[in-house]
C-alpha cells in the first residue's frame, strides 16, 4: 500500500504527462520571473522614492507619502483585485475612447506592474533609511572633490548604503516570490495556480500542495545563499563586528 | 598671502567680504584674505569662531550668505541666495582644491587605492594607468606603498589621514585647504600626519590649514590668520603673530593654548 502510494506520487509528479510536474515547474518558472521583475521594479521605484522623500520638492514628497502609507496599509490581495481590474478596465475605456478595440492585459505584465507598486513602496522605506545611515562625511568628501550628483549617487551612496538595505531587501524578494501567489486570484498561471489546477484535476491536493511547499521552500533557501553572499560583498571593507 | 608691495605671484585663493549666518547665527562678518600661488596660510581661533565654516564656504560645501570666492582670480557665480549658479564651474572649481577634513573620509567601501583614482578615472577622465601609476607613486610618498589593496577601516588614524591627503594630491590640485587634520587623532600619531604636510609646505604648495597645532602652524606657515568670533582679529607673519601679538585677544588665546 505504502509503495503503491510512493509509485503513484512519483509518477503524479513526473516531468512528462501523465505527471503534472512540467506545469508546476513552468509556474515556478513564472512566479520566480515576475518576482524578479516585481522585485527589480520595485527597487528602481525605492531609489527614486527614497531620494525623492529625502531631498525632493514639498509636492514631491507628499505625493510619495501618500503613495507609501496607501499601498502599505491597503492589504496586497486588494490591491491586486483593483489595480489589475482597475487598470485593465481604465487602459480599455481609453482604447475605447481612441476607437480601439478592447485588449486582454497580459497577466505577466500586471502582475510585475501591480507586485512591482507594492514592492516600491515598501523598497522606498528600507532604501531611504539606508541611505540616512550613510555617513555624511564620506558623501561631502565626493562632493569636496567636484564629483557630479549622478555619479556620487552611484559610485559612492548607494554602494555604501547597500549594507545597511540587503537585508530588508531581502525580506522584500521573499515577500515578492510569496505574493506571486496572490496572482492566482486573477487566473494567472503561477506556482500556486498550476498546484491547484493540478490538484483538482487529480484530487492528490496532499501530494501537490507539499510539493508546491517544497519549491517555494528550495526558492527561499538559495536565494536566503545569494543573500548572504551579496551582503557579504556589500560589506567588504567593513571590520567584522565580534560581540 | 603677502602684503609686500610688488610681489607678481599669481592669486590662488581670495575671499572678499565673507559673511555667514546659520539661521540669526551669525558665524563669519565679513572676511577677507587673499593666498598667493606658494602661500601656506595657517588659520587659527577659539573654537566655535568660525575657522571650518570660513574653509567651507571656499569650495561652497558651506553656501556663504554674502560675499564673494575667488579661485586663481575666476571668481565663482552665486545666485541671488548665494548657492553656486553653474554647476560645471563650481565641480571644476572644487576639483581644483584638495580638501582634507579632521574625520579623514575615505569611502570605506574602496580600498586605498581604488580612493585615489575614483575621482581621477571617473571624473577627470585621466586613463586609469596612468592614474594608478599617479597613485602608487603618491602613497609611496606618504608612506602607504604597501597599503594600496588595503580597505581604509583597517589602517590607523594616521594612515588614512595620510591616504586622505594622498587622495586630495591625487587630483593635482591647485591648493589644498586642511581642516584641523590632526585634530581627530592619538597624539602619538599626529607627528607623521604633519611630516606629510610639512613636506608638502617644502615644495612650495599653496595651503590652507586651519589647525590647533601653534607650533606647526608658526614653524610652516607664510602668513597667520587669527579668527575670532567670525572676524580677523589680527594677522602677518608667523613671528608677528605668534612673536609680538597685538590685540589681547589674541594673546589671551595663544596663552589659553599654551
Ligand atoms: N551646519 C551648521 N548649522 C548651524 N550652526 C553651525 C553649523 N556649522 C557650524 N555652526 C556653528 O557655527 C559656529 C562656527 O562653527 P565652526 O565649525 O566654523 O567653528 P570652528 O572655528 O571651526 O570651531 P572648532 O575649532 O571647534 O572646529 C559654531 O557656533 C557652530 O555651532
Ligand atoms: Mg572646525
Redesign the interface.
Known sequence: MLALTASSTLELLQYSPPGWGANLLRGLMNSVLIALGAFGLGAVIGVGGAYGKLYGGPVLRDLLAIYTTVVRAVPELVLILILYYAVTDAVNQILLGLGQDRIQISGFAAGIAVLGIVQGAYATEVIRGAILSV?G??V?????????AG?LAR??TL??MLSAALPGLANLWLIATKDTALLAVVGFGELTQETRQAAGATKAYFTFFMAAGGLYLALSISSGWLFARAERW?R????ELRG | MSETAGDTRPEAIRIEGLHKSFGQLEVLKGVSLMAREGDIVAVIGGSGSGKSTMLRCINFLETPSAGQILIGGEAVATRPDGSPANRRQIERIRQSLGMVFQQFNLWSHKTILENLIEVPVHVLRVPKDQAVARAERLLARVGLAEKAGVYPAFLSGGQQQRAAIARALCMEPRAMLFDEPTSALDPELVGEVLAVIRDLAAEGRTMMLVTHEMKFAREVASHVVYLHNGQIEEQGPPEAVFGNPQSDRLKQFLRSVG
Open positions: 555617513p562625511g564620506q561631502e568628501a565626493a562632493r569636496a572633490m567636484g564629483m557630479p555619479l559610485r559612492i554602494p555604501l556589500a567588504r571593507g567593513q571590520p
